[in-house]
């Protein structure tokens, strides 16, 4: 198992950057692929970026691309998302997860991860 813990967020102004932390704890991270999800407000949780167990392969959800980068850190258990030229419609709670995997393929749906943080929340001002 993994326990995973966010933090960074907060209220920003539109063009804006925040770098979002995933705290592990718990087995090896290099076993696990990594991605980050955001949820707004009556919507669905949506994929924004993920990352394979060693780094090589990230994947982005296209209103992210240019934007957002993912990367992760195994010796420090961290995951991390940089975000960039931050608009409103990023507002949203993130959440960071992982997946016990044995391959390099990233997944880019939420019901392929098996642990979840709690979530923390990004607000956008225009």
């Known amino acids: 198992q993994v326990q995973l813990v966010e933090s960074g967020g907060g209220l920003v102004q539109a063009g804006d950057s925040l770098r979002l932390s995933c705290a592990a704890s718990g087995r090896t991270l290099s076993m696990y692929v990594m991605g980050w999800f955001r949820q707004a407000p009556g919507k669905e949780r949506e994929f924004v970026a993920g990352?394979?167990?060693?780094?090589?392969?990230?994947n982005y959800a296209d209103s992210v691309k240019g934007r957002f980068t993912i990367s992760r850190d195994n010796a420090k258990y961290t995951l991390y998302l940089q975000m960039n030229s931050l608009q409103p419609e990023d507002t949203a709670v993130y959440y960071c997860?992982?997946?016990?995997?044995?391959?390099?393929?990233?997944?880019?749906?939420?019901?392929?991860?098996?642990?979840w943080g709690q979530g923390t929340q990004v607000t956008v001002s225009s």
């Open positions: 990352i394979s167990r060693s780094g090589v392969l990230t």
């Open positions: 997860a992982a997946h016990l995997v044995f391959d390099e393929n990233v997944r880019a749906t939420a019901r392929a991860y098996e642990y």
